[in-house]
Nanobody, 122 residues
Framework: QVQLVESGGGLVQAGGSLRLSCAAS????????MGWFRQAPGKAREFVAA????????YYADSVKGRFTISRDNVKKMVYLQMNSLKPEDTGVYYC???????????????WGQGTQVTVSS
């Protein structure tokens, strides 16, 4: 069992940066791949980034590649999403998730946080 709590969302101007954090609890955190997903108003939830259990592999949606960086600290049981050069289209609720399957498929994730709102103004 893994519990996830996101933080770090907020309002930022286009071109700015935010760092999202996801705090995990549970003894098996380090055995899970971790992902970030987002959902804009009126749209389906979409994959943003993922990182393997060891941190050795990372994956990104094309829309955020080169601007966002995912990382994890298995000792602290934390996952981070550094978001730079933010655009209005990055607005949405960002969710942290833990899973063991295909990184970009939300159905492969077993545990989800409650989400944190990110709003990018133009």
């Amino acid at each position: 069992q893994v519990q996830l709590v996101e933080s770090g969302g907020g309002l930022v101007q286009a071109g700015g940066s935010l760092r999202l954090s996801c705090a995990a609890s549970g003894r098996t955190f380090s055995s899970y791949a971790m992902g970030w997903f987002r959902q804009a108003p009126g749209k389906a939830r979409e994959f943003v980034a993922a990182i393997s259990w060891s941190g050795g592999s990372t994956y990104y949606a094309d829309s955020v590649k080169g601007r966002f960086t995912i990382s994890r600290d298995n000792v602290k049981k934390m996952v981070y999403l550094q978001m730079n050069s933010l655009k209005p289209e990055d607005t949405g609720v960002y969710y942290c998730a833990a899973g063991t399957g295909r990184y970009s498929d939300e159905n492969e994730y077993d545990y989800w946080g409650q989400g944190t709102q990110v709003t990018v103004s133009s």
